[in-house]
């Protein structure tokens, strides 16, 4: 297929790498922060193979930075998020959440630190930036924001490590889990950080000049195609088996931390004022309504990931729904993310899940599915 192949007009943009994906064999694009992202390179069942024996490489441009700058970056920062970064160094990354007044989510994002003055925020499929600016209007915060020339990719599967020293030398074996360093790959300007959306050893990869996407990729599949890495796209298979959310689909601005069991991500006793911070304490005092639960559902395998959110039912009742689910053929069950309310929640409840195709029993199991000390991720 050719590049014109594909079309959603001109107001989705294309990555840097769009044109390289196209030639290593990707077959559909979806829309996320108003940008094509690939989804198809043949087989998802395949590329869950490549990535969890080997390697795979994903454009993921999608993942828009919003570059927040000057002398009250990490003051403004730690407004937008309950987490505490009181303690965050330069060079490190976080895991954060973005909340609304009401303590509901509108992203899930990383959070780079470049310097003390300087932060990206990598986004989920919401728009962050405008939120940002927004903020910033009557904040009293002496800060820019903007979007700038960045656009990542993610080598990951347990081979990227290999791939990363036969780019980059030894020395990035050293990069620790959840940081980040400033790299030149033959003049190309870079920053690399060990974080990644698949539940496996990984590495994101920062392109900081747009016009060199399509050398990059190339460099990238020429010095890791003998060590065994594909061309990929993010596996649907192995976040749902690592648990991992995905904004829209298992979270919405309606969706809160407790809700999610990411208690972790919310600090109530920082002295900072953040957005949302009288609403979660209220819900952390009263309890959350709803609670995330894995389930295995019964059945035959599911043919790919849902594609609407299934009614759940506990004793003939509306209880949740189902927010992901996928077969998973190393664990060989159907899987399953599913918001319900919380007096429905109990381990080993079992539950009627309304699908296209009828009503299927399912159970309620601990999660994640696979490796939940994730030893892959940090080993």
């Known amino acids: 297929m050719q590049p014109d192949d594909f079309g959603f007009g001109t107001q989705i943009r294309k990555s840097p790498y769009f044109n390289a994906t196209v030639r290593w064999g990707a077959k559909a694009f979806s829309v996320y922060n108003h940008m094509y992202i690939p989804r198809d390179f043949g087989d998802p069942e395949q590329n869950f193979w490549n990535l969890v024996n080997d390697a795979i490489l994903c454009d993921v441009a999608v993942e828009r930075q919003v570059d927040i700058s000057g002398p009250d970056a990490a003051e403004f920062v730690q407004m937008l998020t309950p987490r505490d970064l009181s303690e965050m160094a330069v060079g490190q990354c976080k895991y954060i959440l973005i909340t609304n007044n009401d303590g509901g989510i509108l992203n899930d994002p990383i959070l780079l630190r470049l310097a003390e003055d300087h932060f990206w925020i ?20 002496d800060v820019t924001i903007h979007e700038p020339d960045v656009s990542p990719l993610q080598l990951q599967g347990p081979g990227s490590g290999d791939v990363m020293q036969a780019l980059f030398g030894e020395s990035i074996s050293d990069l620790r889990y959840y940081w980040l360093r400033e790299l030149e790959l033959d003049g190309i300007p870079l920053i690399v950080s060990r974080t990644g959306w698949s539940s496996e050893l990984g590495y994101e990869i920062y392109l900081r000049d747009g ?69 979660l304490q209220k819900i952390h005092k009263e309890g959350a309504a709803r609670k995330q639960v894995g389930l295995i559902i019964e059945g035959a395998p599911l043919k790919g990931p849902n594609t609407t959110f299934w009614v759940v039912k506990y004793h003939g009742t509306d209880v949740g729904m189902v927010t992901s689910a996928v077969y998973s053929p190393r664990l060989k069950q159907n899987i399953a993310l599913a918001l319900v309310t919380t007096s429905s929640a109990a381990i080993g409840s079992r539950l009627d899940v ?26």
């Open 122 to 141: 990598s986004l989920a499929d919401s728009d962050i930036l405008l939120w940002a600016q927004g903020v910033a209007v009557h904040s009293g915060h």
């Open 211 to 279: 016009t060199r996407g399509d050398e990059l990729w190339e460099k990238i599949m020429a010095a890791g195609t003998p060590l065994g890495l594909k061309p990929g796209h993010t596996s649907t298979i192995r976040r749902i088996e690592g648990g991992m959310l995905s904004y829209h689909a298992d979270a919405d601005h309606n969706t809160n931390p407790y809700e999610l069991g990411m208690d972790r991500l919310v600090n109530l006793d920082i002295e900072a004022d953040f957005i949302g911070k009288q609403a």
């Open 354 to 379: 309304i699908t296209g195709a009828g009503s299927v029993q399912a159970t309620i199991v601990d999660y994640p599915f696979y490796d939940p000390k994730k030893k892959a991720v940090t080993s």
